[in-house]
């Protein structure tokens, strides 16, 4: 892969990279992702952040094309790597009968996500 772009890639609490990835034109937000992900680690998905402002990046986009689009702002631009949250499955309360009280209660939160460890030898 020819690059014309080296990323900055960072991860919750780090002010610095934890990583800096080579990409050109084609390289997708899925292709960034894959380097990171292992056995242990395959929920993962990639954010941009600018001035506080978070998107979650969909794996098809092409990760200089989303910077092209920030033109003089790209600078500002960061892409950290987030653990996509495990859903909860949906449970039908439909059958349980006119007297389940929980089949019109909604999920407001899920449980905290545990911090990725790098694996040694990731810069």
């Given amino acids: ?8 890639v ?3 609490e780090y002010r610095d990279p934890i990583a800096q990835l080579p990409i050109n ?7 960034v992702v894959c380097q990171f992900q292992t056995p242990e ?3 993962l998905h990639l954010a941009e952040l600018w001035r506080g402002c978070e998107r979650p990046v969909a794996d098809g986009e092409c990760v200089l094309d989303i910077l092209r689009q920030w033109g003089v702002h790209q600078e500002e631009v960061k892409f950290f790597l987030r653990s996509t949250p495990v859903t909860m499955p949906q449970t039908d309360f439909s059958k349980a009968g006119k007297h389940n009280k929980r089949k019109d209660r909604q999920v407001t939160s899920l449980p905290e996500v545990p911090k990725i460890q790098l694996p040694a030898g990731v810069e």
């Fill in 41 to 43: 680690r395959t929920r």
């Fill in 1 to 8: 892969m020819d690059a014309d772009f080296i990323l900055n």
């Fill in 25 to 31: 034109q084609h390289t997708t937000c899925l292709e």
């Fill in 10 to 12: 960072y991860q919750d």
